[in-house]
């Protein structure tokens, strides 16, 4: 009997790398997670450590069965870095929910965690899908929005924030726009 060979772990189509970040919305990534993976989509979650302090990793390890990175230095198997892995094989950079200091890093190429790392490393091919969830304030300063324009010049979709009332007690923008249809906007991308 042939042995076939064993495929890399994001060799599949739709690859999509999930960068979850220190939001209270954060929480609604492990939906956004199994969406995807229901869709048969490989989902590879990456928690800052940020996020960690919303959500652990077990529920995107239970729903996307993949290992979570959590650490630039988290290692698995093999000689290449985990970050360069994930930038190489990703059809596409999810960031849901995004920061204003992960778009920071974004714009001004900081590589200082295993998710701005592989933002820095991303393959060009593969396409970047920003959902931000932050404070209005923080959304609407100049600063922030100096970003967005960055990265919109850079090729990066923005979906949202929507308005509405925020954890922080504020209504207006800011909030993580609805995960079905983050969702649907990744599939399209990677189909």
Not at 120 to 127: E, I, Q
Not at 176 to 184: K, Q
Request: with cysteine; net charge neutral.
């Amino acid at each position: 009997m042939e042995e076939r060979a064993r495929p890399t772990e994001m060799s599949a189509a739709r690859n999509i790398v999930l960068g979850v970040t220190g939001s209270i919305a954060a929480y609604k990534a492990a939906d956004l997670a199994s969406l995807l993976t229901k869709q048969g989509c490989s989902v590879h979650t990456v928690l800052t450590a940020d996020a960690k302090r919303f959500i652990t990793a077990l529920p995107f390890k239970t729903v996307t069965r993949h290992p979570v990175v959590t650490d630039l230095y988290d290692e698995e198997e093999g000689w290449q870095p985990t970050h360069i892995r994930l930038a190489d094989e990703a059809d596409l950079l999810l960031i849901a929910p995004a920061t204003a200091n992960v778009l920071a890093k974004l714009a001004h190429g900081l590589a200082d965690d295993a998710l701005s790392c592989i933002a820095l490393a991303l393959n060009p091919k593969a396409r970047v899908l920003v959902a931000p969830a932050m404070n209005g304030k923080m959304w609407l300063h100049a600063a922030t929005q100096a970003n967005v324009a960055t990265l919109k010049q850079r090729g990066v979709e923005f979906i949202g924030p929507e308005a509405g009332m925020l954890a922080c007690g504020y209504e207006g923008i800011g909030r993580l726009w609805p995960v079905t249809e983050i969702a649907r906007r990744a599939a399209e991308l990677v189909a």
